[in-house]
Every structure is written in structure tokens, then in C-alpha cells.
């Protein structure tokens, strides 16, 4: 066999076997960013509450508030199937998550919408930081203060699977609605957000 034939055999199987070993990216194609720190969040999502959303630094936050009451931002969309991804921070003491499909934007409740939770101090950790709120729970949960996050999170009908940072932590089968707008809630400490994208499947 002639040796350039045998060498182009042999970079052919190495280019498969790489290709087979890079997972793809489910927002690699068709994906739109829904904010962009260093552009704020007006475009795509509304205030809802009275927390302070503002851009600091390249990156939307929010660290003050009505005390016991959560504030959003929400999306102008509503949405259905999709593949969200989010990358966030939050302080120790911070409570937030990521509501999904939420029908009724007078009433944003984590029993109407579907919430992927970040609240590493909650006081019964059963719901914590990357738990499905009541319908997931998680034990030994992951912490989230202190340093930049990522969530993604695939919905397809009622099913819901949740991964922080690569990690499974959530999943159900039992979605509380099958579409409605997409929020970041803020209820304590500091939540900053830079970056969030989805694909509608």
C-alpha cells in the first residue's frame, strides 16, 4: 500500500476518534443570546419587582430590594421546549434561581412556574442550590457563592433536567407548566448575571 494512502488512513480514524470524544454543544447552532452583560437586558427581559437589575462591570446584578418579596427579570417571550444556559454569580447569603415557563406574570410563584433554585443557605436543604424546587430534591447540594456558575437546563414537555456546572442535579418529569416566560429571580444577597442564551427545540 502506498505510504501516503496508509498515512491518510491513519489521520482519518484519529479525526473520528477526536470528533467522537468532543461532546456537542446542544446551543453549538440555533441559539439566540438572550443578555449579554456588557450589553445589559432591556432588549429581551423586563423588570418585575423593585430589586435594583442595573449593569456594573459587564454584568447585570442586583443586590437590594423589598425585604421578603423576590423581584425578577423576565423574559419579553414566552417559551416551550428549549436549552437554556446561564452564567451566574451569587453572594454566600444570596437567594435566586432560574424560574421557567412561567404562565401568569401577575402571580411568579415556584409552584406555577418551574424552579431551578440557587439558594445555598436555605434554611431546610432538601430545595437547595441546583434542586428542582418541590418536585427534585437534592442532598449534599453543590454551593454556588462566591464564584461564577453555569446552569443548563433542557425542557421538553414535561420533563426538566437540570446540570450546574456539567453536574446532573435535577430532573422531573412533572413540570408545574408546559410554557410561559423565563425569569432570574432576586430575594437576598447579590446575584450577578453575564451571560444567557437559549435555543428553542
Request: glycine share 10%.
Amino acid at each position: 500500500m502506498n505510504a501516503w494512502v496508509r498515512l491518510a488512513g491513519v489521520l482519518a480514524v484519529v479525526a473520528v476518534a477526536g470528533c467522537a470524544q468532543t461532546p456537542e454543544d446542544p446551543l453549538e447552532s440555533g441559539s439566540e443570546t438572550l443578555l449579554d452583560g456588557s450589553r445589559g437586558f432591556t432588549e429581551n427581559f423586563d423588570r418585575i419587582g423593585d430589586a435594583n437589575w442595573r449593569v456594573v462591570d459587564g454584568v447585570v446584578q442586583a443586590d437590594t430590594g423589598t425585604k421578603g418579596k423576590s423581584s425578577y427579570l423576565m423574559t419579553k417571550s414566552a417559551y416551550g421546549d428549549f436549552v437554556l444556559r446561564v452564567e451566574f454569580w451569587v453572594s454566600d447569603d444570596a437567594n435566586s434561581g432560574i424560574y421557567m415557563r412561567c404562565p401568569d406574570l401577575a402571580n411568579i410563584t415556584d409552584m406555577n412556574c418551574t424552579e431551578a433554585n440557587v439558594f445555598d443557605q436555605r434554611p431546610d436543604p432538601t430545595y437547595a442550590t441546583g434542586a428542582i424546587t418541590h418536585l427534585s430534591p437534592i442532598k449534599n447540594g453543590p454551593k454556588a457563592g462566591g464564584k461564577w456558575n453555569t446552569f443548563e437546563i433542557t425542557a421538553r414537555g414535561p420533563r426538566i433536567v437540570v446540570l450546574l456546572n456539567g453536574a446532573k442535579t435535577g430532573e422531573t418529569d412533572k413540570a408545574h407548566a408546559l410554557r410561559g416566560n423565563i425569569g432570574i429571580q432576586w430575594a437576598a444577597g447579590v446575584v450577578k448575571v453575564r451571560k444567557v442564551e437559549i435555543k428553542p427545540l
